[in-house]
């Protein structure tokens, strides 16, 4: 789920999901017709800014956290795969199962590490 949430006139908030397609005023296209469902389903990449890599496996990630200073951080959660930096309290739990890493995961390792990844539609 990804979106924008505003506060309508009566003070409850929604989610937007697309507010760029709903600016745009198309009205021919409904929000739950076919052609939307596939942008909203579109797959993310998180890509690291300096090399212009794309992360594809936890190993490439790893290397990435370490040079930055997160080291791994071991837990009796046989299901997580975190990362942890001395200099702050910020914990990055990831799932074990690099299948299972979606955009939430890639959110989270952005905005702990600023200006290093960036998360774009594939």
Do not use: C
């Not at 046989?78 to 890639?106: A, C, E, G, V």
Request: glycine share 6%; hydrophobic share 35%.
């Amino acid at each position: 789920m990804s979106g924008v949430w505003v506060f309508n006139k009566n003070g409850v908030m929604r989610l937007v999901e697309n507010p760029y397609n709903q600016s745009a005023g198309d009205s021919s296209e409904s929000s739950s017709s076919g052609g939307s469902q596939q942008q909203r389903m579109r797959r993310k990449i998180l890509l690291h800014l300096p090399t212009n890599e794309v992360v594809s496996s936890y190993g490439s990630l790893e290397k990435i956290l370490k040079g930055l200073g997160w080291e791994r951080y071991y837990s009796d959660a046989d299901h997580l795969l975190q990362f942890h930096k001395r200099t702050s309290i910020d914990l990055i739990s990831l799932p074990r199962d690099f299948s299972k890493f979606n955009s939430i995961h890639m959110y989270d390792i952005v905005v702990k590490n600023p200006n290093v990844f960036h998360v774009r539609d594939m």
